[in-house]
């Protein structure tokens, strides 16, 4: 079958002719509709992540995936039912897995499919089983491989809420730090009518025109240029908001998001960057963090609840956000323009097959 897959060595990825896998005792074969890329992938490419699976000089990429059950192979799920698959995987069973949280399990506790030491989405057949896979309705076979980068945002917007549910807290504003894929989606999550937020800022680095400042005022934020207004300088620019979504992956932004923070904020941290030193006022953070009762967090992957939560949000998003922040939509033997990277795209999706 066609996979689309890095080798060990290489920095581009490749079309492949690979096994199609067969489904073992108590999994089902799934046939791939569509998988978009995104950062993480970049990275798998760039520097593999966490490790090929083990035996293979090469992995399938792909975390973000949309299937049909092509055979259900005794398990309870329908041949022609539509999935999403979540990423985390046992090496094997753990605590965290046995409590649907393996988005708690600390490194070497689980493989990720696509990222670390297992095989991704992006061929033409995989295999899961059925615990790992998120029913959908038919109307997500163009877009339900947004579930996944969505519910990575539940998770976090869940965390923050638990953390600020011991007091009467009355959230109204949020900034989102970054208006890559993952910042955007986020924005879309807080613009949604069952959010709690009535005022949203979203941070670039871009001039005008461009298309995801356009998408940010007609989700209705407010587009903040970190070159005119650093997050520090936020409060005095705008106001002090009360949560702060971090997804741009500099470092500087973890620190600078208590300075954005109102008394009584949370903070959570998304991206991933490099090792980086650079000189804070640590007493001085510590202590606002202290004396104003901020938090900050982070956050990683997310668990079948909150893809739950994804597929609500998703059905709530507006038609036009999705058409637009798709910018490219490629054949897996058009591989090269699907990862090539470019400002005026946002994010790419590989199509296998249609319902
Ligand atoms: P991108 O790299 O596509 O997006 C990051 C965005 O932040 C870009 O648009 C970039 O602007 C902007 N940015 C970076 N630095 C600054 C700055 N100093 N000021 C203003 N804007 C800035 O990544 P994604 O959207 O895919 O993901 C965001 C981060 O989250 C990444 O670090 C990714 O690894 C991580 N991630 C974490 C997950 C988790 O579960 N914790 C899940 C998925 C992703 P420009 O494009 O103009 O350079
Ligand atoms: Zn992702």
Redesign the pocket.
């Known amino acids: 079958m066609r996979a689309v897959v890095i080798r060990r060595g290489e920095s581009r990825p490749t079309l492949a002719n690979v096994p199609r896998p067969t489904p073992g005792a108590g999994e089902a074969l799934l046939r791939t509709l569509r998988v978009g890329i995104?950062?993480?992938d970049h990275?798998v490419i760039q520097n593999n992540h966490g490790g090929f699976p083990s035996g293979d000089d090469y992995q399938i990429l792909g975390h973000e995936a949309v299937a049909v059950v092509e055979d259900a192979n005794g398990t309870a799920l329908k041949a022609g039912e539509l999935v999403v698959p979540t990423v985390r995987r046992p090496p094997e069973t753990n605590k965290y897995f046995e409590r649907g949280e393996p988005d708690m399990a600390p490194d070497g506790q689980y493989v990720e499919r696509g990222i670390v030491g297992a095989h991704g989405y992006m061929s033409e057949f995989f295999t899961s089983s059925p615990e790992f896979l998120v029913s959908v309705p038919d109307s997500f076979a163009e877009y339900g491989f947004l579930v996944e980068?969505i519910s990575?945002s539940e998770?976090?917007l869940e965390h923050a809420l638990a953390a600020r549910s011991a007091f009467e807290w009355e959230p109204e504003s949020a900034l989102v730090?970054?208006?890559?894929?993952?910042?955007?989606l986020t924005l879309a999550m807080l613009e949604t009518p069952s959010s709690p937020f009535q005022r949203t800022y979203c941070?670039?680095?871009?001039d005008r025109p461009d298309p995801?400042i356009d998408i940010i005022e007609r989700l209705g934020g407010t587009y903040v240029?970190?070159?005119e207004t650093s997050v520090e300088a936020m409060a005095d620019a705008h106001e002090a908001v009360d949560f702060v979504y971090e997804?741009?992956?500099?470092a500087?932004?973890a620190f600078e998001t208590v300075d954005a923070l109102a008394p009584n904020g949370v903070g959570a941290l998304?991206?991933?960057?490099g090792d980086w030193e650079f000189e804070i006022d640590g007493g001085r953070l510590h202590r606002e963090m202290v004396l104003q009762n901020k938090m900050l967090f982070?956050?990683?992957?997310?668990n079948v609840r909150q893809f739950e939560m994804a597929k609500k949000r998703l059905a709530a998003f507006p038609d036009w956000f999705v058409d637009d922040i798709i910018t490219g939509v490629y054949t897996p033997e058009e591989t090269d323009a699907a990862f090539e990277k470019n400002?005026d795209g946002i994010k790419t999706v590989v199509v296998f097959d249609t319902r």
């Not at 730090?177 to 955007?184: A, R, V």
């Open positions: 995104d950062g993480t990275e980068p990575n998770k976090a730090l970054g208006n890559g894929p993952l910042g955007l941070l670039g680095r871009r995801t240029d970190s070159r997804a741009t992956g500099y500087k932004h998304l991206g991933i960057p982070g956050s990683v992957n997310s400002t």
